[in-house]
């Protein structure tokens, strides 16, 4: 599908974004491997968290639909049955990684197949420790989907994960529920925090004491009604196309502020940008609020470390930022952006350029010259949802009619992106 994005004269009015991708996939599982009835309200629209659905649904799962309400019904730790066929994780790095925790402990095999992007993707990450604690799986040349993964009597381990990654956690984590005595996952940087958020609502007993996270295994999981807040990874377009478009300001409800999830607004808070956060509150122990954006002139600066790792998945948005800042911006130790859903650093660099803007690839990141504006232009969105949305909001500030190629891949992560950005620029 072709999308064309005019110039937006001002971003403003007051929206409700859809739920967490990250927080709603964990509900489910959890959901599953739960005795009983969970209820998840304002479960993510996104395709993604479908295809964890509809895998859980092959593994003899009830899961009831109405709207965003989704209730699972499950059947406890033992409760799953072997799949029919294959388990389609569709585009999704989260089902194929995080499930496989699980399904690594079953006393059956499965076998996890995803799109074309998904089977480029290294699973390796998952196969070392999954490996080590007693499960076989076998990949395409090692390392890629699909996975065949044949099921054993789990033992637990005391794992440090060699990159930062939650769905890497996550899945050592998940296994740790099958395997006697405590699993311990060590993390390099802090990664977010959901799974062990969640796993503590559904009854677990996790420990958590700076970056050493330490799991219980074998308890008894209980059906919960959960409430997902609305994703901040999908707020971060509006977030920057309102500090971006002069003369907005916007506000946006009930989103997720979880610390580990919330690096984005640090660092724009830092680089000047005009972010109020107007409410805080509590639900299944994540924090969610209210949040009031203004368009700013923003400093730019440079993302490296712990940092880049914290809000990975928001680097194409700021690159777009980053390149009318004042002093533009540099993204280092973003090795892992190579891997996501397209190759970041060469999709956000030929986006640019294609907008006038000559990025300077680095091998671990991108240098973006500041102080531009961007030209309209023919821009891909690579089949990669967060290239799509980013140049979205690139051309919103454009100086002319753009268009964006493949923007169907928005619905991945959020199908109604195209629908809230008309509301809010009309
Ligand atoms: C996610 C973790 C991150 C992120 C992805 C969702 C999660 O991936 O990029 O969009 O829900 O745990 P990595 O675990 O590969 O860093």
């Given at each position: 599908?072709?999308?064309?994005?005019?110039?937006?004269?001002?971003?403003?009015?007051?929206?409700?974004?859809?739920?967490?991708?990250?927080?709603?996939?964990?509900?489910?599982?959890?959901?599953?491997?739960?005795?009983?009835?969970?209820?998840?309200?304002?479960?993510?629209?996104?395709?993604?968290?479908?295809?964890?659905?509809?895998?859980?649904?092959?593994?003899?799962?009830?899961?009831?639909?109405?709207?965003?309400?989704?209730?699972?019904?499950?059947?406890?730790?033992?409760?799953?049955?072997?799949p029919?066929?294959?388990?389609?994780?569709?585009?999704?790095?989260?089902?194929?990684?995080?499930?496989?925790?699980?399904l690594?402990?079953?006393?059956?095999?499965?076998?996890?197949i995803?799109?074309?992007?998904?089977?480029?993707r290294?699973?390796?990450?998952?196969?070392?420790?999954?490996?080590?604690?007693?499960?076989?799986?076998?990949?395409?040349?090692?390392?890629?989907?699909?996975?065949?993964?044949?099921?054993?009597?789990?033992?637990?381990?005391?794992?440090?994960?060699p990159?930062?990654?939650a769905?890497?956690?996550?899945?050592?984590l998940?296994?740790?529920l099958?395997?006697?005595?405590?699993?311990?996952?060590?993390?390099?940087?802090r990664?977010?925090?959901?799974?062990?958020?969640?796993?503590?609502?559904?009854?677990?007993?996790?420990?958590?004491?700076?970056?050493?996270?330490?799991?219980?295994?074998r308890?008894?999981?209980?059906?919960?009604?959960?409430?997902?807040?609305?994703?901040?990874?999908?707020?971060?377009?509006?977030?920057?196309?309102?500090?971006?478009?002069?003369?907005?300001?916007?506000?946006?409800?009930?989103?997720?502020?979880?610390?580990?999830?919330?690096?984005?607004?640090?660092?724009?808070?830092?680089?000047?940008?005009?972010?109020?956060?107007?409410?805080?509150?509590?639900v299944?122990?994540?924090?969610?609020?209210?949040?009031?954006?203004?368009a700013?002139?923003?400093?730019?600066?440079?993302?490296?470390k712990?940092?880049?790792?914290?809000?990975?998945?928001?680097?194409?948005?700021?690159?777009?930022?980053?390149?009318?800042?004042?002093?533009?911006?540099?993204?280092?130790?973003?090795?892992?952006?190579?891997?996501?859903?397209?190759?970041?650093?060469?999709?956000?660099?030929?986006?640019?350029?294609?907008?006038?803007?000559?990025?300077?690839?680095?091998?671990?990141?991108?240098?973006?010259?500041?102080?531009?504006?961007?030209?309209?232009?023919?821009?891909?969105?690579?089949?990669?949802?967060?290239?799509?949305?980013?140049?979205?909001i690139?051309?919103?500030a454009?100086n002319?009619?753009?268009?964006?190629?493949?923007?169907?891949?928005?619905?991945?992560?959020?199908?109604e992106?195209?629908?809230?950005?008309?509301?809010?620029?009309?």
């Amino acid at each position: 599908m072709d999308q064309r994005i005019s110039p937006a004269t001002r971003i403003s009015g007051s929206i409700c974004l859809p739920g967490d991708k990250s927080i709603s996939h964990r509900y489910a599982i959890l959901a599953a491997l739960a005795e009983g009835t969970s209820t998840i309200r304002n479960y993510s629209t996104g395709a993604d968290c479908h295809s964890t659905l509809g895998c859980i649904r092959s593994l003899g799962i009830e899961v009831d639909e109405q709207g965003t309400e989704v209730t699972v019904t499950g059947k406890g730790l033992a409760g799953l049955s072997a799949p029919g066929a294959d388990l389609d994780a569709g585009n999704s790095g989260s089902t194929m990684r995080m499930l496989s925790g699980a399904l690594a402990a079953q006393p059956f095999d499965s076998r996890l197949i995803g799109d074309e992007s998904l089977s480029r993707r290294p699973m390796d990450r998952i196969m070392k420790p999954l490996g080590e604690m007693g499960a076989v799986i076998s990949a395409r040349n090692g390392k890629f989907p699909p996975l065949e993964v044949h099921g054993a009597k789990l033992r637990s381990i005391d794992y440090t994960l060699p990159v930062p990654s939650a769905q890497v956690k996550t899945c050592v984590l998940l296994a740790g529920l099958y395997a006697d005595g405590e699993t311990i996952v060590r993390e390099p940087v802090r990664s977010r925090d959901h799974t062990e958020i969640a796993l503590r609502e559904f009854g677990a007993e996790i420990r958590v004491e700076r970056r050493v996270i330490t799991l219980q295994g074998r308890p008894r999981l209980i059906g919960r009604d959960l409430v997902v807040p609305s994703d901040l990874s999908s707020a971060a377009f509006f977030i920057v196309a309102a500090l971006l478009v002069p003369g907005s300001d916007l506000v946006i409800r009930g989103v997720g502020l979880n610390p580990t999830r919330s690096t984005l607004l640090d660092v724009l808070l830092s680089m000047g940008g005009g972010i109020t956060i107007l409410k805080v509150e509590q639900v299944n122990g994540e924090l969610l609020g209210e949040i009031l954006v203004t368009a700013s002139r923003l400093r730019g600066g440079t993302i490296e470390k712990e940092t880049t790792a914290a809000l990975i998945d928001e680097i194409p948005v700021l690159a777009v930022l980053g390149a009318v800042s004042d002093e533009g911006l540099v993204v280092r130790d973003a090795g892992e952006l190579r891997i996501k859903e397209t190759d970041r650093i060469a999709t956000v660099a030929e986006n640019l350029k294609r907008m006038g803007i000559e990025a300077e690839i680095l091998p671990d990141g991108l240098r973006i010259p500041g102080r531009h504006r961007f030209r309209a232009a023919e821009l891909d969105s690579f089949g990669d949802h967060r290239i799509a949305m980013a140049f979205s909001i690139a051309a919103l500030a454009a100086n002319g009619e753009s268009t964006i190629h493949g923007a169907e891949a928005a619905s991945v992560s959020f199908p109604e992106f195209f629908e809230v950005l008309k509301q809010v620029t009309a």
